[in-house]
Each structure stands twice: as C-alpha cells, then as structure tokens.
C-alpha cells in the first residue's frame, strides 16, 4: 500500500512539474515577447526621430497644416499609423477619416489607458523614447517625443500593433515549434510517468503474489521438515528408543495389527558393550527391527512382520561373548495384545 501511494504521488508529482513547467515557458515567451517589443521600439524611435529632422526643415515660415500633412503622408493603416497632438488637442490620429472622429476631443480621450497615459506623461523634448501601452484591450509599443515649434509643445507619436511583429512568419514559426516541442516533451513526461507507474504497480503485485508463493512455500518445506523429523525420529534403523516410549509403540502396533512380533532381549557385558551392540545394530537390521535400551545392560530388539525362521536365523547371528540372547518371544497375533505378552515375558526373564 505504500509503495502504491508513493507511485501515486509520483505521478501526481510529474503532472504538477508539467504544469508548472509550461506556465513557466509560456510566462518566459512573454517576456521575451515583451523584450522583443523593446527592441524594436528603439528601432522605432530612429524613426520618429526622421520625422522630426523633415517637421525642422521646414522652416519657420510653414504652418501647424504643414506639419499635420507631412504626418497624414506617411504609410498608416490600424496596425501601425501616426498621432499628432497639441497641448491636449488631438491634430491627428491614423488618417483624415480617423482624425475627424477625434476632433475637439482632448488628447486624454484617446490615450485614456493608465499605460498610454503614463507613456505620453513621460515623453522628452527632442528625444525620442517608447513604451507597451494597452488601447482598448490591443497592446502596441509606441515611440513618440515632445518638440517645440513656434513657441508651441507639440507630441508626435508612432504606435504598432504587437501582433504585426510577434506574428510574422518566422518569429511565429519559431514560437509554435516551442510551444509544440514543449508540449510532446512534457505529454510526453506525463504519458512515461503513468506507464511506469502502472508497471511498477504490476511488479508490486507480482512481488506480492511471489512473497506470498515464497511464504506458502515456506510453510509447506516447514511442514515437510517437521514430518522429515518425526519420521526420522521414529525411524528404528537410526534411533534407540528408550523404555518409556515401548507402551506406546506397543499401542500402535496393536492398533495397525501387525504381525507376527518377536521379541529379542540380549544382556550385555558393559554398558560399552551395550551402546556398540546397538552400532552394529544399524549396519545388520532394517527398518523393521525396533531398538530399545531397557536399562544399562538389556538391548530389546522387537522383530515386526518377520516370520519366525527368518528373524530367529538372525537373532541366533547377533550375539557374542559380551552381548548374548536372554530370552524371546514370538507372539503370532495380538489376539491377547502385545503389552499383555511383553510384559509377562519381561518378568520371567528380568526375574531371573
């Protein structure tokens, strides 16, 4: 589970730097949109400078028409054209038809936007200077100055459409392909990001499903240790068992019905004697042959399943001069249970 939240928050991690990373983008094209508009404005303010040397050549012999006329004879059209103003009188905006719109109109009427407002506030004589202004919601970068003519302050002003620069060709071309690499790159983050955040989640399940497989096999090599160990607990051709636990071998013996029995107890020298008895035990008996240590000198060996011939031909081959038989016991069924037979059997020969 936290391993999926922490994919999660990932992912979620990706989509907000994606985010973040085109608002950033998209703010650092305005500036340089901004910074590119800067530019040319100064460009621009070559040009109203030209302006001005053609308005002082004519001399103080011209008219306020003269210069009007030499403003209306320049190229204008409404994504760039000229204005002309006289104190707050507006002499000329665009062209004759747009001009007569504003006639009688204060300057401030035109220029009525906090920007344009402070741009022709802060307009120098004789030095061109310019600024973005806004105009009904349209952004233009305009150039303009203050010069005096005839003892009168006039302010000539050259306004462009930012969308006439911005959107030419190339610029725009060069735009758009940052904008779309830009994009593909981050869909392109956010797609890897989610793909990879699935697959790391069907990985996480399918660890889960192995842990749990390990685990249930874990389980199941401990169940089958713990079987190995019982089984090999009680397997006679590797094990002594004491006396303690005959009753219950008795028991089950009784409880499988398995017969014939025969009983075999041997009486030993020495303990030494006793233990490599049982030693040599392993190497001659099978599993079939159980061993008991009834104390420091008696070996019981129980014979299951042997047929009398057989197991006495091998009882007679195990003994010596420190380990001889004390006595036997060949019981054909449990009719009257092997308990009962063995332990009247061990009190004759211990009795002895």
């Not at 053609?54 to 008219?63: C, S, V």
């Not at 210069?67 to 000329?92: M, P």
């Not at 306004?159 to 994009?183: G, M, R």
Request: with cysteine; net charge negative.
């Amino acid at each position: 589970m936290k391993r999926r939240l922490n994919f999660f928050l990932i992912t979620v991690f990706v989509m907000f730097f994606s985010i973040a990373a085109d608002v950033f983008v998209v703010c650092q094209l305005e500036n340089y949109e901004t910074r590119f508009l800067e530019l040319y404005g100064a460009e621009q303010d070559g040009y109203v400078n030209i302006i001005l040397a053609q308005i002082n050549a004519l001399g103080d012999q011209a008219t306020e028409q003269d210069i009007t006329d030499i403003i209306s004879s320049l190229d204008g059209s409404a994504s760039r054209y000229w204005t002309l103003s006289k104190g707050d009188s507006i002499l000329f905006v665009k062209s004759v038809t747009e001009t007569n719109r504003y006639k009688g109109f204060a300057e401030g009427t035109y220029y009525a936007s906090e920007t344009a407002s402070e741009f022709m506030n802060s307009l120098g004589s004789n030095q061109a200077g310019h600024k973005i202004i806004y105009l009904d919601r349209d952004r233009f970068i305009a150039s303009g100055m203050v010069f005096d003519w005839q003892d009168e302050q006039y302010r000539v002003c050259l306004l462009t459409y930012d969308k006439v620069i911005l959107e030419d060709n190339i610029l725009l071309e060069c735009k758009n392909a940052i904008i779309i690499v830009l994009s593909m790159v981050l869909a392109l983050l956010v797609i890897l990001s989610m793909v990879m955040s699935r697959r790391l989640g069907r990985q996480e399940r399918q660890l889960a499903e192995q842990e749990k497989h390990v685990v249930w096999q874990n389980k199941q090599l401990a169940l089958l240790d713990e079987q190995l160990k019982r089984e090999y607990a009680f397997s006679a051709s590797k094990n002594v068992f004491k006396p303690v636990v005959l009753e219950e071998f008795l028991a089950k013996l009784d409880e499988k019905n398995v017969s014939p029995l025969h009983f075999a107890l041997f009486k030993a020298s020495s303990v030494k004697a006793r233990d490599q008895f049982f030693e040599h035990m392993q190497l001659v008996l099978d599993n079939r042959v159980l061993r008991f240590s009834m104390d420091d000198q008696y070996a019981l060996l129980i014979f299951a399943g042997y047929e009398k011939k057989d197991s006495s031909k091998i009882i007679e081959t195990l003994w010596d001069w420190e380990v001889y038989e004390a006595g036997n016991l060949y019981c054909e069924d449990n009719m009257n249970g092997y308990k009962t037979q063995f332990d009247k059997f061990w009190q004759e020969v211990s009795g002895r």
